[in-house]
Every structure is written in structure tokens, then in C-alpha cells.
């Protein structure tokens, strides 16, 4: 009455049809400003425009949603059986719940995510009210694209390596390749006639072919040593 501000109930159980409701309670002012009573109106928890699509949750997902009081009682659930339960005996929840009441179960619209239990716990409160939405979904759904992101690198790696192996190979056959054909045209080459002499052995055929064919250069030879004796005669006289 005091503050003039709304105030909302914790969720409750209706006497009549026993459905999950709260109350809202609103001060009603007199002409001069002063509170003259109050306004309480019931709101049903199922109704779909307080808290619209939670409960469209695909159950093949892996995920689950949840609304819950500061108190931890469960206003809205994915699975409408669970409204009005407790949020520490929801599976993957206990355990988060815990610390957030222990930490001062603060309420802020920040929104804060925590790994525990298998789960991905994603946690934010709902803005002018003490309700805060939770998501719980399982560990290897939630890190699926990371997953698959790391499959997609590891392929990516493997093909660069892969087409750098291939480019260097073609790289090495290019650079040799010159050198594979002159040893393919020698081998090509046909032999010599007649047999060939041992090394450091000079028989008197090979002797006779080397003193023919060197008696060809052989007079230009000794004709360029005998000028060059004569010039060095000359200059020494």
C-alpha cells in the first residue's frame, strides 16, 4: 500500500478447479492520491499469454525449460505435470539450484550458463518480477556444433595437407624430370663396336688408334710451342 507498486503472489493452487494460479495485487487510490484499498485479480499459470511458447518445447530436442519463483517452487514447465514442484528435484537442476540460492538466489535479467551434471544449465530473470526462465539441455547436444565444427577443421587440415603432399611430389618429378630423359636417351645410345679395353690397360690397337687420331692436332701443337720458345729466347736476350 505504501509503495504503490503491483505486488505478485507466490504461485498457488486454486480451491475451486485446483489449477496453478497467482494473485495479483494492485492498491486502488481515492481522488486525493491516498490508497483506498486494493485490486486482486487471479492469473492462471497455463495461461499461454504469461508465458507464451514454453511449452512448444520439442521433447526430442534434449532440452527442457522451465519458470521458477526466488523460493524455487516451478510456475511454468515444458512438462505442464511439473507446475508447482520443487526446482531442486528437477533433474540436472538440483545441483545448480543449490549454489544460486547459496550465492543470495539473486534475480537479474544478465543471463549466466554453467556446464554441471551433463547439463548445459542457462540461467536469467525475468525483468519487474522475481521469476527467473531456466534452459536445461544435455551436454553432448549442446556441444554438437562444436563438435562438428572440430570434424570440419581435422577434414580441412587432413585436404591442405594432403593437396601440399601432392604439390611438392609434382614439384620434385618437375625438377627431375630433364634429368630422367638424358638418362633415358643414353640408355637409348647403341654400344660401341668391338670390346672395350680395361681400365689402365693400353693394348697396341688402342695405342695405334690414339696415335691416329692425335697425330692430327699434335704438328698444331708443337708448332704453338715452338713460337712460344722463340719469344722467350728472344725476350731473354
Given amino acids: 500500500m505504501k509503495t504503490r507498486q503491483p ?3 507466490e504461485p498457488l493452487q486454486g480451491r475451486i478447479d485446483k489449477a496453478p494460479l497467482i494473485l495479483i495485487v494492485v492498491a486502488a487510490l ?15 499459470l497455463a495461461s499461454s499469454r504469461l508465458f507464451l511458447d514454453l511449452g512448444n518445447t520439442d521433447p526430442h530436442s534434449g532440452s527442457r525449460s522451465l519458470v521458477m519463483s526466488r523460493s524455487g517452487v516451478l510456475m511454468a514447465h515444458s512438462e ?3 507446475v508447482l514442484g520443487r526446482a531442486a528435484d528437477e533433474p540436472g537442476l ?3 539450484f543449490a549454489q544460486w540460492r547459496a550465492s543470495g538466489s539473486r534475480v537479474t535479467t544478465e543471463g549466466t550458463s554453467v556446464m554441471f551434471g551433463g547439463y548445459l544449465v542457462s540461467m536469467a530473470g525475468i525483468a519487474a518480477s522475481d521469476w527467473v526462465l531456466v ?4 551436454q553432448s547436444i549442446a556441444l554438437r556444433p ?17 593437396a601440399a603432399a601432392l604439390l611438392v611430389g609434382f614439384v620434385a618429378w618437375f625438377v627431375t624430370r630433364p634429368i630422367s630423359i638424358l638418362r ?3 640408355e637409348r645410345m647403341p654400344a660401341p663396336d668391338g670390346p672395350r679395353p680395361s681400365p689402365g690397360l693400353h693394348t697396341t690397337a688402342s695405342w695405334g688408334t690414339w696415335h691416329a687420331h692425335s697425330s692430327r692436332w699434335w ?11 722463340c719469344c722467350c729466347s728472344g725476350w731473354k736476350r
Avoid: H
Avoid at 534452459?135 to 544435455?138: G, H, K, Q
Avoid at 562444436?146 to 594432403?162: E, H, I
Fill in 135 to 138: 534452459r536445461m539441455t544435455l
Fill in 80 to 82: 505442464s505435470a511439473r
Fill in 184 to 186: 633415358a636417351r643414353a
Fill in 30 to 44: 481515492a481522488t486525493d492520491g491516498t490508497p483506498a484499498g486494493v485490486i486482486v485479480g487471479t492469473l492462471a
Fill in 146 to 162: 562444436v563438435v562438428v565444427a572440430q570434424r570440419t577443421a581435422w577434414l580441412s587440415a587432413a585436404g591442405v595437407g594432403l
Fill in 7 to 9: 505486488v505478485v503472489s
Fill in 219 to 229: 704438328p698444331s701443337v708443337s708448332y704453338d710451342r715452338a713460337i712460344r720458345r
Fill in 94 to 96: 538440483a545441483e545448480v
